[in-house]
């Protein structure tokens, strides 16, 4: 059974960074593609990136692009969301997701293909 647990939430001020944890454990974590999602209060949850098992690709939301980096330490059974450059807007629940057999920029933004959810962790940004 896979399980996944998120850290590193929190309150920052507009302009600031955060890094983001998603600690995995259960079935072979490389063979996984892992996603990043959030939720805002009144909305729809949303892709923000992932990445896949073969060729290590990474995939990102255009509202991220450019300010954000997803890893992943498979020493560690890991995966990392780094977010810079803050806004306001990114203030919301985050999830880490994880599936098999998404390998594609589509497949990867899709978030009916995961299987196994985390529970989130909270990042507020104060404009």
């Known amino acids: 059974q896979v399980q996944l647990v998120e850290s590193g939430g929190g309150f920052v001020q507009a302009g600031g960074s955060l890094k983001l944890a998603c600690q995995y454990s259960?079935?072979?974590?490389?063979?996984?593609?892992m996603g990043w999602f959030r939720q805002a209060p009144g909305k729809e949850r949303e892709f923000v990136a992932g990445?896949?098992?073969?060729?290590?690709?990474?995939f990102y939301a255009d509202s991220i692009q450019g300010r954000s980096t997803i890893s992943k330490d498979k020493d560690q059974n890991t995966v990392y969301l780094q977010i810079d450059n803050l806004k306001p807007e990114d203030s919301a629940v985050y999830y880490c997701?994880?599936?098999?057999?998404?390998?594609?920029?589509?497949?990867?933004?899709?978030?009916?293909?995961?299987?196994?959810w985390g529970r989130g962790t909270q990042v507020t940004v104060s404009s």
């Open positions: 259960g079935r072979t974590f490389a063979s996984m593609t």
């Open positions: 997701a994880a599936a098999t057999g998404a390998s594609t920029a589509r497949s990867v933004r899709d978030r009916r293909i995961y299987t196994s």
């Open positions: 990445i896949t098992t073969f060729r290590v690709s990474t």
